[in-house]
């Protein structure tokens, strides 16, 4: 994979094998898929959370986070009065972290840095109690909202696991992000089974959580 990716900068975290339909308003998105089109070959590109940002005419001014994630286009849906996109799917594919951004083109391209998916010092024995947390979690969702969090079959990769978690919890995206830059997947899944305990205090507190489930999810390996 390319280690200069044009950056499409998006309103939440993207984990590898996750896919999610993204919608892109701004020129600077438009550019990248319109490029990406036009080249030919693989659409992938980096997905970048947004920490805060502002609109000045056309040109869209963001602060973003360091580490993101790749991903591939695989459906774009164009606007039916100028054929520009207006939302795409991604699926993620491995993270990176930003060593340098070019910002004189329509749009930012970034050189990355590509980040190995080490597996900690316990990630089977860690994966053992996230996953006995993440189901009582899933269980007190489903009690108090409809259809609930519905699990399937999860995988036994400790990887695959930490990032399935990581996508199918309602969490706030400085959340989703430090579980995107975790150093390894035993300290990701730590990090999981912390943040678990947090939501199953609030849903006791204040039982209000939206439904949702694990339809969008790639059986595409994170590496």
Same mark, same amino acid.
């Given at each position: 994979?390319?280690?200069?990716?044009?950056?499409?900068?998006?309103?939440?975290?993207?984990?590898?094998?996750?896919? @999610?339909?993204?919608?892109?308003?701004?020129?600077?998105?438009?550019?990248?898929?319109?490029?990406?089109?036009?080249?030919?070959?693989?659409?992938?590109?980096?997905?970048?959370?947004?920490?805060?940002?502002?609109?000045?005419?056309?040109?869209?001014?963001?602060?973003?986070?360091?580490?993101?994630?790749?991903?591939?286009?695989?459906?774009?849906?164009?606007?039916?009065?100028?054929?520009?996109?207006?939302?795409?799917? @991604?699926?993620?594919?491995?993270?990176?972290?930003?060593?340098?951004?070019?910002?004189?083109?329509?749009? @930012?391209?970034?050189?990355?840095?590509?980040?190995?998916?080490?597996?900690?010092?316990?990630?089977?024995?860690?994966?053992?109690?996230?996953?006995?947390?993440?189901?009582?979690?899933?269980?007190?969702?489903?009690?108090?909202?409809?259809?609930?969090?519905?699990?399937?079959?999860?995988?036994?990769?400790?990887?695959? @696991?930490?990032?399935?978690?990581?996508?199918?919890?309602?969490?706030?995206?400085?959340?989703?992000?430090?579980?995107?830059?975790?150093?390894?997947?035993?300290?990701?899944?730590?990090?999981?089974?912390?943040?678990?305990?947090?939501?199953?205090?609030?849903?006791?507190?204040?039982?209000?959580?939206?439904?949702?489930?694990?339809?969008?999810?790639?059986?595409?390996?994170?590496?």
């Amino acid at each position: 994979m390319d280690s200069r990716l044009p950056l499409l900068t998006v309103d939440t975290v993207i984990f590898p094998g996750l896919v @999610l339909p993204i919608p892109v308003t701004d020129v600077q998105g438009r550019a990248v898929v319109r490029d990406l089109v036009e080249n030919g070959g693989e659409l992938v590109c980096g997905a970048l959370a947004v920490r805060d940002g502002y609109e000045l005419g056309e040109r869209v001014f963001r602060s973003l986070y360091g580490t993101g994630c790749a991903a591939t286009i695989s459906e774009i849906t164009l606007d039916a009065d100028d054929d520009g996109p207006v939302e795409v799917t @991604l699926t993620g594919n491995r993270r990176f972290k930003v060593a340098e951004l070019d910002g004189t083109g329509d749009y @930012l391209v970034a050189d990355v840095e590509w980040l190995d998916d080490d597996l900690g010092d316990d990630p089977l024995g860690t994966a053992m109690v996230a996953v006995k947390r993440f189901r009582k979690y899933a269980e007190a969702v489903s009690e108090i909202s409809r259809p609930g969090l519905h699990l399937g079959d999860l995988p036994d990769d400790p990887s695959t @696991l930490s990032y399935l978690m990581s996508a199918a919890m309602k969490l706030m995206t400085p959340d989703r992000q430090k579980l995107l830059e975790a150093a390894d997947v035993t300290t990701r899944l730590a990090q999981l089974v912390g943040l678990i305990d947090n939501e199953l205090a609030a849903i006791t507190a204040l039982p209000s959580l939206p439904a949702f489930d694990l339809i969008s999810w790639s059986t595409l390996s994170p590496n």
